[in-house]
């Protein structure tokens, strides 16, 4: 029996029209799928641009329903460390421990009504992890995802990492558009188009709400992030440049 | 102000004749030098041959003088879950939160007389950068540790990860042979060799860890280049990928 290994590199550059094209910054990621269906995900990610310019190191793992089961979280921001945190999930409850820079030494616990569904630390390669939550057997339409605990709620993931929790009244709008072919720098994919949020008007230009963010997943079932894009006033673009698949490491 | 990062990819490889230049397993890292001296190393290794095959995740960072401050480990053995645990390290203070397969959950914590010098998390790129407590301008020459804690005393790592002092007294020494040039996959390069243990390396018996050669770049970054461990172990360690550059891409 062997494991499955997925490597990644992607590149974040901007469409504004005034430094269209030009890099932002970049991620690279690791997959691995166990043979009992377990998953953790390593992912370097940088954001190169303007302060805050993070260094997000994160590593996340998943059980073979895709819920989390542990997680590490380590920050620098404009070349100062932040933090760094360890997370552990079991069915009744979540923790924490870590340190930061703004909160000292933290150890934080939440009791969970229900296990939670997603953890999100913000690399793209795991935002993309996210849209595994849409049932696609529904098809096309939207789905209210619940059970979201996250290191950080700062539109980069900038703060933290802690450990911070939405109700589970709560959640996100995840919109499944449907399948599309899909060409990037790494090849042509088969892919699942998504929209995270609500919004679905992309020329809009206002701040109040987070524009659309749309997303194209592997359709192969293991959601690699293929491209994604953020509309109105973002414009912030997102690309697979490599792309390996192999059984176990090397 | 710009970070450096430094790219690579270790050939894990045997050179026992009957399994000659047969690979075992890998490991690629990722390295952060920052504009303060900081550096953390991510690594991500597997041993894939026989039991146990281990594969291990690791993000280790340490100060501007490479005392460590914080870690993470994560492992998994014969593709089971076996623990994932957090480190932080001040200079009075070594702490460790974890859960274990084995320990459940775990939380340890050791008051220090001398801040930790080294912290053995067993990835191949993290025993180079252990090299670096040497002085150089003392020249070919013993280095005795004291102040050294590890994830795991398993030959390959492969329990824990907790957190674990060697006993007091108990020095683990290595040794600066010289200076060399060294030819691997990735290319030709100024190196340091250091050898830790014994020196016999026709040494064939189990009792004690054979001789460890290890080389790493010569230009303050301690990347490993090459290792080898002789006697029984014969196992083999090369650089077949290297990448160092400003930022991130």
Request: with cysteine.
């Given at each position: 029996?062997?494991?499955?290994t ?14 269209m ?23 370097l ?23 989390p ?18 997370y ?15 909160e ?5 616990r939440?009791?969970m ?14 935002d993309?992890?996210l ?9 096309p339409g939207e ?22 929790h939405r ?9 499944f ?5 899909v060409?990037?720098v790494?090849?042509?994919f ?5 929209q ?21 997943v ?5 959601y ?7 509309t109105?006033?973002?414009q ?8 390996e698949?192999?059984?176990n490491?090397? | 102000?710009?970070?450096e990062?430094i790219?690579?990819?270790l ?8 399994i000659m230049?047969?690979v075992?397993g890998?490991e690629?890292f ?14 991500h290794c597997?041993?894939d ?8 995740d ?7 003088n490479?005392y ?5 480990v994560?492992?998994?053995?014969d ?15 070594a ?9 459940g959950?775990?939380?340890h914590?050791?008051?220090?007389d001398?801040?930790v010098?080294t ?10 950068q252990?090299t ?5 301008s003392?020249?070919?020459?013993e ?13 390959r ?9 060697r ?12 200076r060399?040039t060294v030819?691997v ?12 243990g ?6 064939m ?8 050669h ?6 303050g970054d ?28």
């Amino acid at each position: 029996m062997e494991h499955e290994t997925i490597r990644g590199r992607l590149l974040y550059t901007s469409k504004k029209p005034e430094i269209m094209d030009k890099v932002r910054g970049g991620e690279t990621f690791i997959i691995t799928r166990h043979v009992d269906e377990r998953r953790t995900l390593r992912a370097l990610c940088a954001i190169d641009e303007n302060s805050p310019r993070v260094l997000r190191d994160s590593v996340t793992s998943v059980d073979a329903d895709w819920r989390p089961t542990d997680g590490f979280v380590r920050l620098t921001v404009d070349e100062k460390f932040v933090g760094s945190s360890w997370y552990r999930f079991t069915p009744k409850f979540v923790e924490c421990e870590g340190y930061t820079e703004q909160e000292g030494r933290i150890s934080s616990r939440i009791e969970m009504a229900h296990p939670a569904r997603l953890f999100i630390t913000h690399p793209i390669q795991s935002d993309a992890f996210l849209t595994q939550a849409y049932d696609l057997s529904k098809g096309p339409g939207e789905q209210l995802i619940s059970g979201l605990v996250a290191c950080s709620f700062h539109h980069r993931g900038a703060d933290g990492p802690t450990l911070l929790h939405r109700p589970s009244n709560e959640g996100f709008y995840l919109r499944f558009v449907g399948p599309e072919k899909v060409k990037v720098v790494a090849g042509e994919f088969d892919a699942l188009h998504f929209q995270i949020g609500r919004s679905t008007d992309d020329a809009y230009q206002g701040r109040e709400e987070h524009p659309p963010y749309h997303v194209w997943v592997t359709a192969d079932g293991d959601y690699v992030m293929l491209k994604a894009h953020v509309t109105g006033y973002m414009q912030t673009h997102y690309e697979l440049t490599e792309y390996e698949k192999r059984k176990n490491f090397f | 102000m710009e970070h450096e990062t430094i790219r690579g990819r270790l050939l894990y490889t045997s050179k026992k004749p009957e399994i000659m230049d047969k690979v075992r397993g890998g490991e690629t890292f990722i390295i952060t030098k920052h504009v303060d001296g900081r550096r953390t190393l991510r690594a991500h290794c597997a041993i894939d041959e026989n039991s146990p095959r281990v594969l291990r995740d690791v993000v280790l960072s340490i100060d501007a003088n490479w005392y460590p401050t914080d870690a993470f480990v994560r492992l998994t053995v014969d593709e089971t879950f076996v623990g994932s645990s957090w480190y932080r390290f001040t200079p009075t203070l070594a702490e460790c939160e974890g859960y274990t397969a084995q320990e459940g959950r775990i939380s340890h914590r050791f008051e220090l007389d001398e801040p930790v010098r080294t912290f053995g998390t067993h990835p191949i790129q993290a025993d180079a950068q252990i090299t670096q407590a040497y002085d150089l301008s003392r020249g070919p020459g013993e280095l005795q540790r004291s102040s050294t804690m590890m994830c795991s005393f398993h030959h390959r790592g492969a329990d824990g990860p907790v957190l674990l002092r060697r006993a007091s007294g108990a020095q683990t020494g290595f040794r600066f042979i010289g200076r060399e040039t060294v030819k691997v996959i990735a290319g030709e390069f100024e190196a340091l060799h250091f050898r830790f243990g014994h020196d016999d390396d026709d040494y064939m018996g189990t009792a004690v860890h054979p001789p460890y050669h290890v080389w790493v770049t010569a230009d303050g970054d301690y990347v490993m280049l090459k290792a080898h461990v002789t006697g029984y172990m014969q196992t083999h360690y090369e650089l077949t990928e290297y990448e160092k550059r400003t930022n991130f891409f």
